[in-house]
């Protein structure tokens, strides 16, 4: 079992800052061998994809994120970062941190996520 924490989100002004982090911890997970990512959630739309990095550091960004989003990690700490810059006025979004093993398809372990607001 995998269990992944978030921090950072929180209420920031259109063209502001913001940088989530994401804690992993767990019997089975190990930073050499499981992707990271983070995803979001606006109410009334699907879950989308921001950004996933690889343990050796390839990164996939959304188009509507590539430019403004940087997503890192460190696998000494077990930890994942989204720094979020040039927020664009949308819906609140609840963004989730993911995990799977690398020989698995999909994200298999989600945090409980955490809520951005970009509002004047």
């Known amino acids: 079992q995998v269990q992944l924490v978030e921090s950072g989100g929180g209420l920031v002004q259109p063209g502001g800052s913001l940088r989530l982090s994401c804690a992993a911890s767990g019997s089975i997970f190990s930073s050499d061998t499981y992707h990271m990512g983070w995803y979001r959630q606006a109410l009334g739309n699907e879950r989308e994809l921001v950004a996933t990095i690889t343990p050796g550091g390839n990164i996939n960004y959304a188009d509507s994120v590539n430019g403004r989003f940087t997503v890192s990690r460190d696998n000494a700490k077990n930890m994942v970062s989204l720094q979020m810059n040039n927020l664009n006025p949308e819906a609140p979004a609840v963004y989730y941190c993911?995990?799977?093993?690398?020989?698995?398809?999909?994200?298999?372990?989600w945090g409980k996520g955490t809520l951005v607001t970009v509002s004047s």
């Open positions: 993911t995990a799977r093993r690398s020989y698995l398809p999909l994200f298999d372990s």
